[in-house]
């Protein structure tokens, strides 16, 4: 069982330029959820999904967008990126809103 | 605002000495707090959900308690194997799925 893949691992933009974070699970999970986490900071939700079609911001969506085409896949869109936006992503599902999320590997983004 | 508090920042223990990881939450209308375990570049893992004050649960060297206020980590006779940061969430009662996380405790444990 794979759980929850992010692609890439590691990337580095350059201001301005664009990217998608690419989430996929194989839980049949209907929750999916994209946080960041900057160093010392806690993680903070940035969009979430309930389902196919569905998805709502969270605290900081600012910079951001995504979609949710299929119940597999959440992937994370970033538009002209700045320096602030530098951080490790996180990718994360669930079977409901309040039991165990499961999270992916992380994607480190770096913005120059 | 819910927020989540959690101390200390870090802590040292020895291989075997027992200590316990706070979490602070002002919450309105407590829907789960989760504990998880985060080691150095991956992702969160799932440890606890707790729903009710009074609740408890256990694994391994592991025991998460609850109270209408905070969360208590207790780990007895750790082994070097668990150091990791770990992280306390709350789910609240006027938030979509949103998990409000704390900073973390990091946790070295020394043979």
């Known amino acids: 069982n794979a759980g929850v893949t992010q692609t890439p691992k590691f990337r580095i933009l350059k201001i301005g330029q664009s990217m998608t974070l690419q989430c996929a699970q194989d839980?049949?999970?209907?929750?999916m959820y994209w946080y960041r986490q900057d160093p010392g900071m806690g993680l903070k939700l940035i969009y979430y999904?309930?389902?196919?079609?569905?998805?709502d911001k969270g605290e900081v969506p600012n910079g951001y967008n995504v979609s949710r085409s299929t119940t597999e896949d959440f992937p994370l869109r970033l538009e002209l990126a700045a320096p602030s936006q530098t951080s490790v992503y996180f990718c994360?599902?669930?079977?409901?809103?309040?039991?165990?999320?499961?999270f992916g590997q992380g994607t480190r983004l770096t913005v120059v | 605002e819910d927020q989540v508090t959690q101390s200390p920042e870090a802590l040292r223990l020895q291989e075997g000495e027992s200590s316990s990881l706070n979490c602070s939450y002002t919450?309105?209308?407590?829907?789960?707090l989760f504990w998880y375990r985060q080691d150095p570049g991956k992702g969160p893992e799932f440890l606890f959900t707790?729903?009710?004050a009074g609740e408890e649960k256990e694994k391994e060297r592991l025991k998460a308690t609850l109270t209408k206020k905070e969360s208590f980590l207790h780990i007895t006779a750790p082994k070097p194997e668990d150091s990791a940061t770990y992280l306390c969430?709350?789910?609240?009662?006027?938030?979509?799925?949103?998990?409000?996380f704390g900073k973390g405790t990091k946790l070295s444990v020394k043979p």
């Open positions: 994360a599902s669930s079977n409901r809103e309040n039991t165990e999320a499961f």
């Open positions: 839980m049949n999970h209907n929750y």
């Open positions: 999904s309930v389902g196919a079609g569905i998805t």
């Open positions: 919450v309105s209308g407590l829907r789960g």
């Open positions: 707790l729903y009710s």
């Open positions: 969430a709350v789910l609240g009662g006027g938030s979509q799925g949103n998990l409000i």
